[in-house]
């Protein structure tokens, strides 16, 4: 699978949108963009996941770049609930087993 | 619940003690994962399930790592003779055949003295 880069960290204010990037230059045509998200003392949560087309759903949008050598993740609103790892990953989509391979992800410090 | 449910949530053990951990999945999720998440890292795959038979075992550091699941729905994570580099939250997942998205519990932190 495609390796991701992530600023280890960011911040962001109450009610702000929150973009997080992520670079995957590597990817591969049959390879999905997840992202997944830890907050303190409990599993990786599923967020969202796309191909090559921009998603959204209930919790995010994502935007893949054209080229997608590089997404961005949104929450629109950021609450302090949001404040979490965010892990960006690259895989190949199907049955492959499902497994996934985290890096180190993005802090994100949601401050009021 | 609904959810991925494992137990203990905290266990301690001392060096040389062996450990059980018990990871119930969502009903009918016949694929199940167990990753190990050290401190202040992202977690790592260790094993794979597809119903009772373990697809993919090759994230096992070592031969004191046994997982089972032998009615494909219950797992078990062993480690024998623990040590401390064993100290780390154990992370059980799973999800519905071909399905995209991991369900995750909340783990089990291990501390071995």
């Known amino acids: 699978d495609a390796k991701t880069t992530q600023p280890t960290s960011m911040d962001c204010a109450e009610g702000r949108a929150a973009n997080l990037p992520c670079n995957h230059s590597?990817?591969?045509?049959?390879?999905?963009v997840y992202w997944y998200r830890q907050i303190h003392s409990q599993g990786p949560q599923y967020i969202i996941h796309?191909?090559?087309n921009n998603e959204t759903n209930e919790m995010a949008s994502l935007i893949i770049t054209e080229d997608r050598k590089s997404s961005t993740l949104i929450l629109p609103h950021a609450t302090l609930r949001d404040t979490a790892v965010y892990y960006c990953?690259?895989?190949?989509?199907?049955?492959?087993?499902?497994?996934?391979?985290f890096g180190g992800g993005t802090r994100l410090m949601v401050k009021p | 619940g609904a959810g991925v449910s494992q137990s203990p949530r905290y266990k301690v053990a001392k060096r040389g003690q062996d450990v059980a951990l018990r990871c119930d999945p969502i009903s009918g999720h016949v694929s199940l994962f167990w990753y190990q998440q050290a401190l202040g890292q992202g977690p790592e795959f260790l094993t794979y399930f597809q119903n009772e038979a373990q697809l993919d075992k090759s994230g096992l550091p070592s031969d004191r790592f046994f997982a089972e699941r032998p009615e494909g729905s219950v797992s078990t994570l062993k480690i024998q003779r623990t040590q401390q580099e064993d100290s780390a939250v154990y992370l059980c997942?799973?999800?519905?055949?071909?399905?995209?998205?991991?369900?995750f519990g909340s783990g089990t932190q291990l501390s071995v003295l």
């Open positions: 590597t990817i591969s045509g049959n390879e999905y």
């Open positions: 796309g191909l090559k």
């Open positions: 990953i690259v895989r190949v989509g199907g049955n492959a087993g499902n497994m996934l391979t």
């Open positions: 997942a799973s999800s519905l055949p071909g399905g995209k998205k991991l369900f």
